[in-house]
């Protein structure tokens, strides 16, 4: 919404006394997770009023600080609803609720795109759609400042079965943002981002997993320590949601009890636990050949990733590296490996050098009871999509920006232009296929000339201007014509025009046909193959570029010269038949491929 400079902003004037104090109970009515003293706080006294116009011809208003920061804003004509802005968020950010997104997603949002569904790896655990929510920078046992506030797209429960159901979409209609033109009003828009906040006692988030174990199952993670099940080392307990409303599902206090300190033998719960895990999991559907398996393999591919993600709240940890064998009981992978052993869950092998895991048994009681955990595995997993598909569009931005843009034009030329200008359409201006045929239709509508007893054709000798458009010198007008043999002599009388271009350079239109860059293969000095490539100048491609690039590309000499009888033309030459190495150059390149015309011209010669 304010991607671009605003198109109109009024002089700000204070707000009277009364009218403030009327903002402010609207502000504590709106949003009771504030208590009455931080009334004062998000809406001071001194505050001024602002009216803009966005780039989108939406009016709105701005309430701003006394240093002149937008601390509030509506938009929309005649709209009540009270927006927070960035700043405020700052001053209290669990002022709502939240959604957080990976780092790579945030300058999207910054540069005006909404929040993605498959970018959501935690929320807050009860949205509607239509609800003011935050969205903040994904930390892992913490949540990261706001920095953009919008409206929600869908339900809390949308986004928990959306990996599941292959539901993609939108998530957040994205209002305003840090960095954009209405954070760019304060004179505090330079100041430093605030660090990531600790996880309260009294707030739970869901993380959306992808490629989950859990089935979909998707957990609320409490801090209060009222779990649902007696043991911590099966999983923490789905706490009571909070109201939709608020984040904070406590007191309203802000009071936060300290995160658990992690012992060694929490640490050896938590361990025995992942084990758990991925004998129930993963290690259970490996085929039997898989094992004997190396001790170091067994724990970094299946106990490290099925390590506990509440963990990571419940002991306010940053990451997983403090739950490792080193800081537990057993203070090395061996020992806890035997006594794994001892408990009947693994069975080991002994060699000289090296402990081996030879069997898992599923049937074991424990992991038959065992209830599934959200992983760490599962968490980098997902941040990890995201990533990834993050990495993907900016490789195919890159990819549409390199990409030339061809176009085949005609101009009225002739006879064709009493046509055009009876048509009433600039004779001067240039038309491609599709323009002719539409501009040929509408006329012969418009004019009656379908012929009666058979509508394929055209009654081109009821009207003079398309008659003279479709003649041949020396030939007579048929009276009739076929629709499409009437589009086809249309184009032939005009004069042809093409236009190249692509982002970041200037647009050439030049007169005449273009022609494919044209790879040939064939038979140089005797009987080495080589591959011939020219035309590629009107392009935008230079001789010397294209050349090392193939040499680099093919492994293969290359050279430059003038094209025979074309002084102005070039010809690279590289050794062999690279046809399909060139081709797939010239694409990456950004040459559409119908605009490369390959021939292998070097025959079969008979022994």
């Known amino acids: 919404m304010f991607k671009k400079q605003l198109s109109d902003l009024k002089t700000s004037a204070p707000l009277r006394g009364s009218d403030r104090r009327k903002l402010k109970q609207r502000v504590l009515q709106t949003f009771p997770v504030l208590q009455p003293e931080e009334g004062d706080l998000l809406v ?106 919008g409206r929600m797209a869908v339900s809390s429960d949308t986004l928990r079965f959306a990996e599941e159901a292959d539901i993609k979409g939108k998530a957040v209609y994205v209002l305003h943002t840090w960095k954009d033109a209405l954070w760019d009003m304060g004179p505090s828009k330079k100041g430093d981002v605030p660090a990531p906040r600790e996880l309260k006692a009294s707030e739970s988030v869901s993380e959306e997993l992808g490629d989950s174990q859990t089935n979909g199952d998707t957990r609320n993670v409490s801090l209060d320590g009222n779990n649902a099940e007696p043991s911590p080392t099966e999983q923490v307990g789905v706490q009571d949601q909070p109201e939709a409303g608020s984040v904070a599902g406590g007191d309203g206090e802000g009071s936060s009890t300290p995160a658990a300190k992690l012992t060694p033998d929490d640490v050896s719960s938590l361990l025995r636990s992942a084990l758990v895990q991925a004998i129930a999991t993963t290690l259970s559907a490996l085929p039997p050949a898989s094992f004997p398996m190396s001790a170091s393999t067994f724990w970094s591919s299946y106990i490290l990733p099925a390590r506990p993600a509440y963990a990571l709240d419940v002991y306010g940890l940053a990451d997983a590296s403090s739950i490792d064998a080193k800081h537990s009981t057993f203070k090395n992978v061996k020992t806890f490996l035997k006594t794994s052993a001892k408990d009947g869950l693994i069975k080991l092998k002994e060699t000289k050098s090296d402990v081996m895991v030879a069997a898992v048994f599923p049937k074991h009681p424990d992991v038959q009871t065992h209830k599934p955990h959200r992983t760490i595995g599962d968490i980098d997993a997902k941040a990890k999509k995201a990533e990834d598909r993050e990495q993907k569009e900016r490789e195919a931005e890159e990819k549409r920006k390199g990409k030339i843009h061809v176009a085949e034009l005609w101009k009225p030329f002739g006879t064709t232009v009493p046509f055009f200008v009876a048509a009433e359409r600039d004779s001067s201006d240039f038309y491609t296929i599709a323009d002719i045929k539409d501009i040929v239709n509408n006329y012969i509508s418009s004019k009656g000339l379908i012929n009666a007893n058979d509508q394929q054709y055209i009654n081109v000798g009821s009207d003079q201007f398309l008659a003279g458009a479709v003649s041949i010198k020396g030939e007579d007008t048929p009276d009739f014509m076929k629709r499409d ?123």
């Open 44 to 149: 001071p006294d001194g505050l001024q009023s602002q009216k803009f116009i966005t780039h989108l011809d939406e009016p709105g208003v701005a309430y701003l600080s006394p240093d002149g920061d937008p601390l509030w804003f509506t938009v929309g004509k005649g709209s009540d609803d009270l927006i927070p802005t960035v700043y405020t968020l700052w001053k209290r950010p669990d002022l709502l609720p939240f959604l957080s997104t990976p780092a790579p997603v945030v300058p999207k949002l910054i540069g005006g795109a909404d929040l993605m569904i498959p970018g959501v790896v935690q929320h807050s655990p009860v949205l509607t759609p239509d609800q003011l929510v935050s969205v903040t920078q994904y930390h892992r046992g913490a949540i990261g400042p706001p920095l953009a506030v």
């Open 485 to 607: 043999e009437v589009l086809k002599r249309v184009r032939a009388h005009m004069q042809t025009w093409h236009e190249i271009g692509a982002e970041g350079r200037d647009v050439v239109r030049k007169k005449g046909d273009i022609k494919p860059i044209a790879v040939v293969v064939k038979i140089r000095q005797g009987r080495k193959a080589c591959t011939l490539v020219t035309n590629f100048e009107p392009f935008g491609l230079l001789a010397d570029e294209l050349a090392e690039e193939l040499r680099r590309v093919c492994a293969s000499s290359t050279s430059v010269t003038p094209v025979h009888g074309k002084p102005n033309s070039l010809e690279v030459m590289v050794q062999g038949k690279q046809i399909k190495s060139v081709t797939e150059l010239l694409i990456t390149r950004g040459v559409p491929k119908r605009w490369i015309e390959a021939s292998d011209q070097s025959g079969s010669k008979k022994k």
